[in-house]
């Protein structure tokens, strides 16, 4: 894999602040002592604020739901900015915090949703950190179930009865341990197998990696791993190496890239670099001959939303959008070619799925939305890369998916999996897709009715989607999408997610899909007042009637391609999952 064509940007930019991306800046500035150099912070505490939900929790993007890893997020990067302090939301994040815990100890990422260490780490620091608040009790005991027999922790309790261990998940419990006490508790591991494996992670060159057989060092990997030796009071064993593997990361006059052979300096690379040398003991006068550079170029991110994007804004093209343009045809044959290559490079080398931004994790949904566009058409060999990925690396031991790897299962990503495994694995993933179902049954709330989360409340697109999912796994009759589809048609046009009242753009996508999908009639005048209704005046489409404004490139996408479908040459929707 060569990232050289990420050097340039031939995918397209949305010019959107990223979430992510915000919170790796402020905390890159802060650790550098550099926060003041930030102008106009006040824009920047705009940009979180607008994430928070009338619940107390925060979203990723406004219109989402609250979720534990973006409320850190937030609440965090806001007590760093100038003028903020602990509680910046007023103890109202506090009770949705919460509402996300289990009895075992744990907590899931939304409620009703299962635990997994990513989300645990996060309410943990959020109700000691932001809240002052004291975890569970209970905590100790599900974190001491995290160790798995090669000595490394898992993501979830059942993973690690799998033995799968990662850095990252060391790096999560460590300090949702050392968070809840203060790093004086009793440890609730074996110290010298955790100690030993996470030094076994790190490579002669220096670095460090996620996992056992991983073969490319990564600088995130080098910070979490170095982040949890520290925990422990322990070094990698050779210090000097990893030092100046972190600073061979830097770019000639710039700021810090991910991995040996990859081009481009980003925000999270930055945030990585400094965050693990400060970690191996790097004081303030051991960044003087960086700090400028790495500040000039974190701040060279920022966006006109008031936050920041991965790298500069104008080259800052992400596989979403891309994706989005390429399903719709917005591009001429040249320009659709070198799109396409620029999305099929934006894969992590020790990861076969495809990133949301280059130098991020592999998600399942943003690896079908490129798959449905193109990526990878003719490469079979790439296709069963893929398949290995999602049936080999990241299904979770209850059948379903999350986002990424070690994330708990959502039905949006287990949709997203069971159609790119359908159309990618062949006859090799057919348990794979069969055990789908088992977690698909575990979100019905009644008989033929799905939730995203087990627990969770039933909507039409989570029961479209588990029952696309069931269809590709196992097969399944159109009579409970038959019967959906009645409940959440709107008399106007266009069906509701919730109800029958008002229509919204991704379940009318997902309904007419579903039809399409079943063999099930559908009425093409009130698909048509639909679109009528949310077509705005520059050609685009709303997410609902009741805005004026376009949703985005990823509404004008299914907008466009629902009008394709309405076509005299009836064009086929693709098997996409977005919420």
């Known amino acids: 894999m060569t990232y050289e064509m990420l050097r340039r940007s031939s995918g397209v930019v949305s010019g959107d602040s990223d979430l992510w991306c915000t919170y790796a800046a402020v905390r890159t500035l802060t650790w550098l002592g550099r926060v003041d150099d930030l102008p106009s912070p006040e824009t920047v505490t705009g940009f979180l604020s607008s994430r928070q939900n009338s619940d107390g929790g925060f979203a990723w993007s406004a219109g989402m739901s609250s979720d534990a890893w973006a409320t850190y997020y937030c609440t965090q990067a806001m007590a760093d900015l100038p003028g903020g302090g602990r509680d910046p939301v007023g103890g109202a994040g506090s009770a949705w915090v919460w509402s996300a815990a289990h009895a075992d100890g744990g907590f899931a990422m939304t409620p009703g949703q299962a635990s997994d260490v990513w989300a645990t780490y996060y309410a943990v620091r959020t109700l000691v950190e932001i809240f002052g608040e004291r975890p569970p009790e209970a905590l100790f005991d599900w974190l001491s179930a995290l160790q798995a027999k090669d000595?490394?922790?898992?993501?979830?309790?059942?993973?690690?009865?799998?033995?799968?261990?990662?850095?990252?998940?060391?790096?999560?419990?460590?300090?949702?341990?050392?968070?809840?006490?203060?790093?004086?508790?009793?440890?609730?591991?074996?110290?010298?197998?955790?100690?030993?494996?996470?030094?076994?992670?790190?490579?002669?060159?220096?670095?460090?990696?996620?996992?056992?057989?991983?073969?490319?060092?990564?600088?995130?990997?080098?910070?979490?791993?170095?982040?949890?030796?520290?925990?422990?009071?322990?070094?990698?064993?050779?210090?000097?190496?990893?030092?100046?593997?972190?600073r061979a990361r830097l770019t000639p006059g710039g700021s810090f890239t991910r991995w040996p052979g990859y081009p481009v300096p980003d925000v999270w690379a930055a945030f990585c670099g400094v965050g693990a040398l400060r970690e191996l003991g790097a004081g303030a006068e051991d960044?003087?001959?960086?700090?400028?550079?790495?500040?000039?170029?974190?701040?060279?991110?920022?966006?006109?939303?008031?936050?920041?994007?991965?790298?500069?804004?104008?080259?800052?093209?992400?596989?979403?959008?891309?994706?989005?343009?390429?399903?719709?045809?917005?591009?001429?044959?040249?320009?659709?070619?070198?799109?396409?290559?620029?999305?099929?490079?934006?894969?992590?080398p020790n990861e076969d799925g495809i990133m949301y931004m280059p130098?991020?994790?592999?998600?399942?949904?943003?690896?079908?939305?490129?798959?449905?566009?193109?990526?990878?058409?003719?490469?079979?060999?790439?296709?069963?890369?893929?398949?290995?990925?999602?049936a080999g690396s990241i299904q979770n031991p209850d059948g379903g998916f999350g986002y990424w790897e070690g994330r708990a299962s959502d039905m949006v990503s287990t949709c997203a999996a069971a159609e790119i495994l359908h159309r990618t694995g062949g006859e090799s993933v057919a348990a794979h897709l069969r055990d789908i179902a088992g977690y698909v049954a575990?979100?019905?709330?009644?008989?033929?009715?799905?939730?995203?989360?087990?627990?969770?409340?039933p909507t039409l697109r989570a029961t479209l989607q588990a029952l696309r999912a069931l269809n590709r796994a196992v097969g399944t009759d159109g009579a409970p999408a038959c019967d959906a589809l009645a409940l959440h048609?709107?008399?106007g046009g266009g069906f509701a997610n919730e109800g029958n009242r008002v229509p919204d753009l991704l379940s009318t996508y997902e309904a007419v899909l579903a039809g399409d999908e079943f063999g099930l009639a559908w009425d093409a005048g009130h698909l048509t007042k639909f679109l009528d209704s949310v077509r705005t005046a520059d050609g685009g489409f709303a997410w609902t009637p009741l805005m004026a404004a376009s949703g985005g490139p990823l509404a004008d996408c299914l907008g466009r391609r629902l009008e394709m479908r309405l076509s005299p040459e009836r064009h086929a929707l693709p098997p996409l999952a977005l919420s």
Request: net charge negative.
């Open 151 to 246: 000595g490394g922790l898992a993501w979830s309790p059942a993973h690690a009865k799998d033995g799968t261990s990662d850095v990252r998940a060391c790096y999560y419990a460590l300090t949702a341990w050392s968070t809840a006490t203060g790093g004086q508790g009793p440890l609730p591991w074996s110290r010298e197998r955790l100690t030993s494996w996470l030094k076994d992670r790190q490579s002669e060159a220096g670095g460090f990696t996620f996992q056992a057989g991983d073969d490319t060092d990564c600088l995130w990997a080098t910070f979490r791993a170095t982040s949890a030796l520290s925990r422990l009071g322990e070094t990698p064993r050779d210090p000097e190496a990893c030092v100046a593997w972190i």
């Open 287 to 348: 960044f003087e001959d960086i700090a400028d550079r790495v500040v000039e170029t974190v701040l060279s991110f920022r966006t006109g939303q008031g936050g920041f994007t991965y790298r500069a804004p104008e080259l800052a093209s992400d596989v979403l959008t891309t994706s989005a343009h390429l399903i719709a045809g917005h591009f001429s044959d040249t320009g659709e070619r070198d799109a396409l290559r620029w999305t099929e490079s934006c894969m992590l």
């Open 359 to 390: 130098g991020r994790g592999s998600e399942v949904r943003c690896t079908l939305w490129a798959l449905s566009a193109g990526a990878f058409r003719d490469d079979t060999a790439a296709r069963g890369r893929i398949a290995d990925w999602l």
């Open 442 to 457: 575990t979100c019905e709330t009644a008989p033929g009715q799905y939730a995203n989360v087990p627990g969770g409340r």
């Open 489 to 491: 048609r709107v008399r």
